[in-house]
DNA sequence: TTCACTTTTGCATACGTATTCAAAATATGA
DNA sequence: TCATATTTTGAATACGTATGCAAAAGTGAA
C-alpha cells in the first residue's frame, strides 16, 4: 500500500503523462480544457496532493515567509501576527513563525529561516547583526525590518513615521497651555523610542522649553513603576507622553492609585491604540499605528521582490494619526 | 556562479563522497571522527547548510508543526504561542502558523498543511469537521485539539480540567456565605465555556441552589455589555463567575462606572489568570490554567506519535489552581 | 603475517515534481 | 484538400538528499 500518491498515479488514473498532470497543477503553464478535466477527475477520485517540498526542490522557490516576531506579550503583536498571516495568505503565501526572547535574532533561527529557503523575511522588532542580514542577501531572500527604522540603509524597512508623530503630539500638548512634560521611554535602544523623543522634544526646544525624560522598557510593569516613582519623588509634570500604550495604562493605573485625578491633573498619550487603549477603564489618548498600512507596504515589497530580486532597500514610514479620548 | 551549494560541493572540496557528507548531517548516521571534521571543514568554507527540502522529500518527515489558533486577540493565546514555539524549538522543529478566524478551521488551510507534510498539529480552540480530521489521520499526522474537550473520543485533546474547575470556584463563593450567583458563558457551542458552568452548577445544585445564566462571547466587550445589561436590570447578583479573564475586565469596569463596589457589594472571578489580571487597576480573582503543563502535555503527545504513529486518541484533563485576589 | 570480524565508505538509486525539447495534435488559411 | 503555423503533449532529465548494498578500510587475536 502506497502511503502518498503523486502526480504519477493521476496520470496513470487520467491517461495522460505525469508532466500533464504537473501542469495543471502549476499556475502559469498551458494545458487544455480536456487534459485538465480528466486530471482533476482523477485526482479528485485519488485524493491528489501536489507536494510541495518536491515542487520547492525543483524551483528552489518556496512559499513559505519567515516572521520573526519578539515580545508578543505586548498586545501589539497579535495584530500584526493575524494581519500578516492574512494578507500572505491572500498571495497563497504560509507563515513559518519564529519568536525571539533577544533583541538579535538568534543564528539558530536564522538557520532555520535558511534551510527552509524562506521565499522572504520579516523581522518585527528585532534587529540582527549586519552578516547575518547578508546571509539572506547573499541567497537573494527579501527582508523587511518591521516597526524599525535602520540607521544603515542597506535594508528595507516599515514603520510608523514615529517623527513626525512626536512632533505632532508635543503640538498638541503645547496646544493646550501646557509647558511642564515628561517622556517616558521605551527601551532606549530601539529606533521607535528614539524618534518618538526626538521630534518631541525638537518641537519642545523650538519653544525653548525642557522636559522630563525616564526610562522604562515598554511594558506595564515598566510604565506602573516609573509613574510611581515620579509621583513618590514629587515630580509630577503636567502632561506624560509614553512611548506606548501598554506603558501608559500602567502609568495610569499608578496615577489612580496615588489618586492623581487625569486628565484634571496630568495628562497622558500613548502610542500604537491597542484595544484595550480605548477600554471604558481607560479612554486612553494616543497615536494610531497603521497597521494596515505598514502590512500592506511590506507585503507590496516583499512580493515585488520575490517576483525579482533587485535587493533595494529603503526606509519607508507612514503616518499614524493622532486619536483623542479622555486623558487628556 | 552557483547560487546554492550542496553536499557534493562540500564532498569534493573535503575528498569524499556525497553520502558521507550526508552522513555528518544525518542524526544517528556513523562517520569516522576524521572525515566528519573534514566535511565540516568544508561545509563551513563553503558555508553549506544542507536543504531541508530534499530531506524531506526522501525521508517522507517533516520538522514543521502546524499550530493552528483562533482569537488570538485574546491575551491568553500569546502566550500559548510563545510557550508552543519554544517547545517544539526545543525538539528541532519549526512552527507553521495558521490563523483562522472561525469556528471551523478552513479547508484551504488544511490543505497546507497537508501539502506541507507537517509532523504534527496542533489545534487551539477551533474545531474541524470529522472528515477533516480523518485526512490528518489518513497521512499519519499525530494531530491535538488544544483547550477543547472533545465529545467523539477519536483524538487527542488537552486542555484544563474545567469541570473541577467550576466546582472548586462555586465552593470557594459558598464558603463565603453567598447564595445568588451568575454565570458569565463565552461563546456557547465551545466546551470550555459548557464545562465550567457545568460543574459550577452541579455544586449549586447540591445545595438546592438555583443561579442565572448570561450567554456572551469571551471577549472584553461582551463581558462589558452584558453586566451593564444587567445592573441596568437590577438583577445585579452577589457574585459573578465569569468565563473568562477578558470578560471578567470587561465586567470588573462596568462595575465601576456604575458604582457598583467590588468585592463588597459584588464578587467577580474570571478565569485563566492572563497577565492583565494581575495588574493593580484589576487584581481580578481568577482560576490559572497551567499552559505549561498543557503545552508539554500536547508536545509529548506529538514526539512521541511522530516517532511512532499510533493514533492512539485520549481527552488529558490538567488541573489549574485558584488564585485570590482582590475581586472576592 | 594471516584470518575473521567490525566499521566506514562510495556507488547507485529513489523521492515527486518542473521543465526542455522534439513529436504529435490541432487550428488556420488558401 | 493540403501545407503551414500554433498549441499541446510525452519522454527524459534535474533538483539535493538519504539509504541499501557491496567494497574497502580498519581492528584484533593468534
Not at 506579550?73 to 495568505?89: D, G
Not at 497622558?268 to 494616543?286: C, Q
Not at 521582490?305 to 486623558?327: D, L, N
Amino acid at each position: 500500500m502506497k502511503s502518498t500518491i503523486n502526480a504519477k498515479d493521476v496520470a496513470k488514473l487520467a491517461g495522460v503523462s505525469q508532466s500533464s498532470v504537473s501542469r495543471v497543477y502549476f499556475k502559469g503553464a498551458k494545458v487544455s480544457e480536456k487534459t485538465r478535466r480528466k486530471v482533476l477527475a482523477a485526482a479528485e477520485e485519488l485524493g491528489y496532493r501536489p507536494n510541495e517540498f518536491a515542487r520547492s526542490l525543483i524551483t528552489n522557490r518556496t512559499k513559505i515567509i519567515g516572521l520573526v516576531m519578539k515580545g508578543v506579550q505586548n498586545p501589539f503583536y497579535p495584530q500584526v501576527l493575524t494581519q500578516f498571516t492574512a494578507a500572505f495568505k491572500k498571495y497563497g503565501y504560509s507563515v513559518l513563525f519564529v519568536h525571539t526572547n533577544n533583541d538579535e535574532i538568534e543564528t539558530e533561527d536564522v538557520e532555520t529561516l535558511l534551510n527552509y529557503n524562506v521565499a522572504g523575511v520579516v523581522i518585527t522588532d528585532a534587529t540582527m547583526s549586519l552578516n547575518v542580514a547578508e546571509s539572506f542577501r547573499a541567497n537573494h531572500i527579501p527582508l523587511v525590518f518591521f516597526n524599525r527604522k535602520l540607521s544603515s540603509s542597506d535594508f528595507y524597512s516599515v514603520c510608523c513615521n514615529n517623527l513626525n508623530a512626536g512632533r505632532a503630539i508635543a503640538e498638541y500638548l503645547l496646544k493646550q497651555g501646557l509647558t511642564d512634560m515628561a517622556y517616558i521611554s521605551g527601551n532606549e535602544n530601539t529606533s521607535t523610542s528614539l524618534e518618538r523623543e526626538k521630534g518631541f522634544s525638537e518641537v519642545l526646544a523650538q519653544h525653548n522649553l525642557e522636559y522630563h525624560k525616564h526610562a522604562s522598557d515598554y511594558t506595564y510593569g515598566g510604565g506602573y513603576a516609573t509613574a510611581l516613582d515620579i509621583i513618590e519623588a514629587g515630580e509630577l509634570p503636567s502632561a506624560f507622553f509614553v512611548a506606548n500604550d501598554i506603558m501608559a495604562l500602567g502609568v495610569l493605573d499608578a496615577l489612580q492609585k496615588k489618586g492623581v485625578a487625569v486628565p484634571e491633573q496630568v495628562k497622558v498619550i500613548g502610542f500604537d491604540n491597542i484595544e484595550m487603549a480605548s477600554w471604558p477603564g481607560y479612554e486612553l489618548t494616543t497615536w494610531e499605528q497603521p497597521i494596515e498600512k505598514m502590512v500592506e507596504e511590506t507585503v507590496k515589497y516583499l512580493l515585488s521582490e520575490m517576483a525579482g530580486y533587485t535587493g533595494s532597500a529603503q526606509s519607508v514610514e507612514v503616518e499614524g494619526t493622532f486619536i483623542k479620548r479622555k486623558t487628556t
